[in-house]
């Protein structure tokens, strides 16, 4: 299913004013918000957040991001490790979500032009028209996303440098950046079926894509089912001069026709979202997964194949077993011709303090080469 934009024409009264209500994931409006200032203390707002109340600010913006730092550290759960790692993956999952809820609830204005009316607050018109559009009424946002939506412009402006593409990569907001680039090394080292015709799906920023292009392949049909992904792929494609080879759909899956090569590095845990960024890494109960299996062997040309670009960090978390993998790339008629392992280079794999530490240590990214047919497993 194709997911549409999201409408950002929710309404907000305090105090008798009328705002609009900017929420880039959809979230809805708080039922009921008070104005504060630089005198409230973080234990006062903590306890407004915890009953729903929205706290809207009317002092100094650095102050407001200290109380927000602030609530965020007596937020924090203190609780023994679970006994099972994907008892832990659960109980973390619970309490992001749960500290997420309270957090988003100190609330900043915002003027028309994307103004924020606070004393020492940054100029955040470029970023927020990026995301929100035009802003013609005074409106109200969380102080949480305003940040985020700062810390991807810089982003978006800097670049992220991909090795294997020997160029940068401008994530927009809400799209997964390529960080982790050892799934694309993987895509940019295994021998190609052929170089007619490739699919990418769910392309994010396009980075695949464009590695595909870059390696000899004379079309690409990319597809996302975000609005958002599929601009920043089109974007990807026009800084890289590859728009003439690159074509991006906003699809669900896949486009029409068979190719030579489909390719799918799709959200490797099998759990829900709750955020923008989210949708990249979870797939709740596996759909886009079981679904991208399911329907491949009919977009393949004859001696096709399909890349599957997969994290068994689901595996060592409990959340899905290899067994259950193998099971679905079978009833979806495919074969594993080859697979290609890498192990993560990203800082989280070191980071001790991460409740599923241990998994993340272990983790492996694998590119399985699949055909239709029967065959053995590798």
Known sequence: MVRPEIDFAGQLVVSAQSYRWLSASGSPAPAHVVEVDDRVTANEALRLAKSGTGLLWRGDFHNARQLLNAVSRRVRSRRRPARTPVQEFRRQRHDQSRQARVLALVLVPIDPGHVVPLRRAPDVRHACQDVYGPLVTPGVLSLRELLGVISAAEWRRKGVWVPALGARIHPHYGV???TRSEYVDL?????LPGTGLAFDIGTGTGVLAAVLARRGVERIVATDNVARAVRCAQDTMRRLGLAGRVEVLHT???PKGRAD????NPPWLPAEPHSLLDHAVYDPGGRMLGAFLAGVAQHLRPAGETWLVLSDLAERLGLRTRAELLDAIDRAGLTVLDR?????RHPRIADSSDPPHSARASEITSLWRLAPGIGCHV
């Open 176 to 178: 997964f950046a390529p």
């Open 187 to 191: 895509v940019a080292a295994a021998p």
């Open 252 to 254: 669900d899956l896949f």
């Open 261 to 264: 090569l489909v390719v799918c």
């Open 340 to 344: 290609s392992d890498i192990r993560p």
